[in-house]
């Protein structure tokens, strides 16, 4: 098929593989907008998976079907507060239902668009974040009917972590939930009840803070093999249940809820609730310990305290080329002090790294410019014969180094690097609220002004001017002079930092072809004075 292709037609395919390789990723690979709907404690079921006797979950195992019931409570969804902890970056409400009904964030950075601060749960989403159901009905709904007590009700966190007892005092059991947490937003659980009884605790359901069609929101697992296991929302099938599993975490863009056991692991069941979005429980014991964690996915923070947490931030299909990335552009800001000029260093960087196979791209574009007039020769004189046309042309390419797909094959190769970058500056909260230059007040959202993405569909029309083209073709011609248009428009709902990136990508683009092309004049020149 491609030798019957002509160089125009070849370099039109690649840029629709490129656009299309763009719209099948954001389709497939891109979690959707969730639905609008309000979720009660009356409409979540939770499926809990039974032990079978003597089973030895020693390693990951993936279960589905065949499920030993644990029904919720039908009281309400939240409860009044019984205690709340103050620290310098946040602020825990704990409700008289056991569970971490809030947290509020009180970074600066960390702000709605009306300047509030931003709060992770929302009040009719559940389950709340250590909330345990019963697999006895009967158990489970007195344990909604029954509060717990704490001999405190204000807790203030300083530079030490702060410990905590919350008891219930139920009809066959007594619940005590012992919570030590830290100032980094990390905590230890211990659960002891009086009476070995059947029990799952959640997490939480996942933060709820922006909801958007570019990022995951759902649920991941890191397993026993340490195989990563995503559940999108609205896509959870039913019961499922996770042996040994080292992270279970529900998380939306920027923030996350997650109970973790990186040395004996945690036997993890996800549900789904009305909407299908994936729900994690974690079966309990008697005595039962475990870690946490609630807040921001700062790369930071996760890895002071533990490094494998930060297998929480995750970065789509190419994580293997993303992650990476960001570390050499945390890297590169921990040198410099501001996101945006680490972007645009990170850019130049890739530039660099991608040369050569960038140059081979450009070289073979000139070669081909150079080649026109024998191209249109040779396609007019054999143009009833396609064989015999296609097989001058393939000596002519060949006597003179060019590849027809020389131009092509660079840019399809770039895709991956785009989208991990892409991924990256999406998932990364520290862009959040990060400034650049005078009106880029944060790098997370949108350019105000569409200033960023004007200059991008400028430099993209500048560098479309300055590369040779065979394109003679009027349709041809008028696709290329409307995709710096399309791509305007495109990038003017990208966030800042990523616009910056294409934008910096741009310029250096138009760099290296002006050197490109001045050094093909500097050679037609040469070879015209040697004659």
């Not at 305290?305 to 931030?313: Q, S």
């Not at 450009?362 to 040779?378: C, F, H, N, R, Y």
């Not at 970058?421 to 880029?440: F, M, Q, T």
Request: proline share 5%; net charge neutral; aromatic share 12%.
């Amino acid at each position: 098929m491609f030798e019957k292709m002509d160089a125009n037609q070849r370099v039109i395919l690649a840029i629709v593989l490129s656009l299309g390789v763009f719209l099948i990723y954001d389709y497939f690979f891109m979690p959707k907008p969730q639905k609008n709907q309000t979720q009660t404690a009356i409409e979540q079921n939770l499926s809990a998976p039974a032990v079978q006797s003597g089973e030895k979950p020693e390693t990951s195992k993936r279960i589905e079907g065949s499920y030993e019931s644990a029904p919720v409570s039908t009281q309400r969804s939240s409860g009044k507060e019984l205690v709340k902890i103050e620290s310098e970056h946040f602020t825990i409400s704990i409700d008289d239902y056991g569970r971490i009904s809030q947290v509020m964030l009180k970074d600066s950075r960390f702000v709605t668009e009306s300047g509030e601060h931003i709060e992770l749960f929302a009040d009719d989403k559940l389950p709340k974040a250590l909330e345990i159901r019963f697999s006895d009905e009967k158990l489970n709904e007195e344990a909604f009917k029954t509060p717990y007590v704490c001999d405190t009700r204000d807790i203030k966190i300083d530079k030490e972590p702060v410990t905590l007892r919350l008891k219930q005092s139920l009809s066959k059991v007594e619940v005590e939930k012992i919570i030590k947490i830290y100032p980094d937003g990390h905590y230890e659980l211990k659960v002891d009840l009086s009476e070995d009884k059947r029990y799952y605790i959640s997490p939480g359901y996942r933060p709820d803070v922006r909801v958007d069609g570019y990022t995951f929101h759902g649920v991941l697992i890191k397993e026993a093999d340490n195989t990563i296991t995503m559940i999108d929302d609205g896509d959870a099938k039913g019961i499922e249940s996770f042996r040994k599993a080292k992270i279970a975490a529900a998380v939306d863009r920027y923030y996350t809820t997650f109970f973790y056991d990186l040395q004996k692991g945690l036997n993890v069941v996800i549900s789904k609730d009305k909407e299908e979005n994936p729900i994690i429980f974690v079966e309990g014991e008697k005595s039962f310990e475990v870690k946490g964690y609630l807040g921001p996915k700062d790369y930071r923070v996760l890895k002071s305290i533990n490094p494998e947490l930060t297998d929480v931030i995750e970065y789509g299909f190419f994580t293997f080329i993303a992650k990476p990335m960001f570390k050499i552009l945390l890297a590169i800001y921990e040198y410099i002090g501001n996101w945006g000029w680490a972007i645009v260093v990170l850019t130049i960087f890739i530039r660099i790294l991608l040369f050569p196979l960038t140059w081979k791209g450009m070289v073979s574009m000139q070669k081909l410019k150079d080649l026109a007039p024998k191209i249109k020769e040779i396609q007019q004189k054999y143009k009833g014969d396609p064989q015999k046309m296609n097989a001058h042309m393939m000596q002519l390419y060949k006597k003179h180094g060019a590849n027809p797909m020389g131009g092509c094959l660079p840019l399809l190769l770039q895709i991956p690097v785009f989208f991990a970058i892409y991924r990256v500056l999406l998932n990364a909260i520290e862009l959040k609220g990060a400034p650049w230059i005078l009106w880029i007040k944060d790098l997370s959202v949108m350019d105000p002004y569409f200033i960023l993405p004007i200059l991008m569909g400028v430099t993209m029309y500048i560098h479309q001017k300055i590369t040779p083209t065979t394109i003679t073709d009027p349709i041809q011609q008028k696709i290329f002079q409307y995709l710096p248009i399309v791509f305007t428009f495109f990038f003017v709902t990208f966030p800042a930092g990523l616009t910056l990136y294409w934008f910096v990508n741009n310029v250096l683009s138009i760099i290296q072809q002006l050197i490109v092309n001045k050094a093909f004049e500097s050679r037609k020149t040469a070879q015209k004075d040697e004659k």
